[in-house]
Structures are given as C-alpha cells and as structure tokens.
C-alpha cells in the first residue's frame, strides 16, 4: 500500500548542485521519520540525511552545511538538495520512511536513484 518513489538524480560535475525528490503514496498508518540514505560500489549505505516527525534534521558529518533535507507533511513529499558536491558523494540514493512507535521499528524504502560527480 505504501510506496516511496525518489527521483532527480543524474551526472553533475564537481562544485555542482542537485536536488532528489521523494513521493509518498498510500498512508502510513503512524507518523514517520523521513530520511535519505546512500550506498556506493564497495561501501556499505550510510545515513546522511534525517526529518523527524517533530521536523527536527539531522546530517551525516560528511555532508553537514552542503546537503538540506526538507519535507512537505500534507503533500507527503521530501527533497534532498545538495550543494558543492564531491565525487565521494557518487552513489545510489534512496529515500525511506522510518516508524518507530511502540517499542516498534519498521520502514519504507524507494528503489534509488543514482547520483554520479565527476568531470
């Protein structure tokens, strides 16, 4: 019933810029954490980016003051824009849902969408 959709992502030269967007469908029964998460070649995923349901973010050290992750709580969407990017940020980017009610823990992720920095 529920599925997330990312989309935006493509090939951008070093110090460039992109913004991912993430679509929600259907209607998660709790409130939920928005979040992006990253994983390339050779390299297990990492957190970069977190929305809380109280809109509180959090960022991975390695992206902090570069990446800003926003959210739409009506219309279910979220961005991830990135500024000045590196080619270490060159991975698949996936968007999830994180609930965590209950002593509960279950998540929604979307399928990805690569991004690729380089020259």
């Known amino acids: 019933q529920v599925q997330v959709v990312e989309s935006g992502g493509g090939l951008v030269q070093p110090g460039g810029s992109l913004r991912l967007s993430c679509a929600v469908t259907?209607?998660?029964?709790?409130?939920?954490?928005m979040a992006w998460s990253r994983q390339a070649p050779g390299k297990q995923r990492e957190l970069v980016a977190r929305i809380t349901r109280r809109n509180t973010t959090n960022y991975a050290d390695s992206v902090k003051g570069r990446f800003t992750i926003d959210r739409d709580f009506a219309k279910k969407t979220g961005i991830l824009q990135m500024n000045n990017l590196k080619p270490e940020d060159t991975a698949v980017y996936y968007c999830?849902?994180?609930?965590?009610?209950?002593?509960?823990?279950?998540?929604?992720w979307g399928q990805g969408t690569q991004v690729t920095v380089s020259s």
């Open positions: 259907g209607s998660p029964s709790s409130n939920y954490d």
């Open positions: 999830h849902l994180d609930i965590n009610v209950l002593g509960t823990h279950h998540s929604y």
